[in-house]
Nanobody, 124 residues
Framework: QVQLVESGGGLVQAGGSLRLSCAAS????????VGWFRQAPGKERGFVAAITRSGDTLYYADYVKGRFTISRDNAKNTVYLQMNSLKPEDTAVYYC?????????????????WGQGTQVTVSS
């Protein structure tokens, strides 16, 4: 079992930055792939970024490439999502998830554990 808690969301103007954190307890995140997903009102939850167990491979959705960066701090058992050049269309609830059964996951079905989400709102 692993419990995930996201933090760092908030309201920011377009062009601004936020850093989301995903803190884990119950299991070390270094033993699992970790992903970030987001869900806007009326839309399905979609992939944003993922980092493999080893941390040596990163994956990004096309719409965040060059703007978002996923990273992990194993000493703090935390995974981060640095979001720069934010756009109004990035507004959503952001979720982190852990996937112990796979090296890396790009779909929600590959993840077994989810946080409660953190709201990101980007104003124009």
């Amino acid at each position: 079992q692993v419990q995930l808690v996201e933090s760092g969301g908030g309201l920011v103007q377009a062009g601004g930055s936020l850093r989301l954190s995903c803190a884990a307890s119950g299991r070390t995140l270094s033993s699992t792939a970790v992903g970030w997903f987001r869900q806007a009102p009326g839309k399905e939850r979609g992939f944003v970024a993922a980092i493999t167990r080893s941390g040596d491979t990163l994956y990004y959705a096309d719409y965040v490439k060059g703007r978002f960066t996923i990273s992990r701090d194993n000493a703090k058992n935390t995974v981060y999502l640095q979001m720069n050049s934010l756009k109004p269309e990035d507004t959503a609830v952001y979720y982190c998830a852990a996937a112990p059964r796979t090296v890396a996951g790009l779909t929600t079905t590959q993840y077994d554990y989810w946080g409660q989400g953190t709201q990101v709102t980007v104003s124009s």
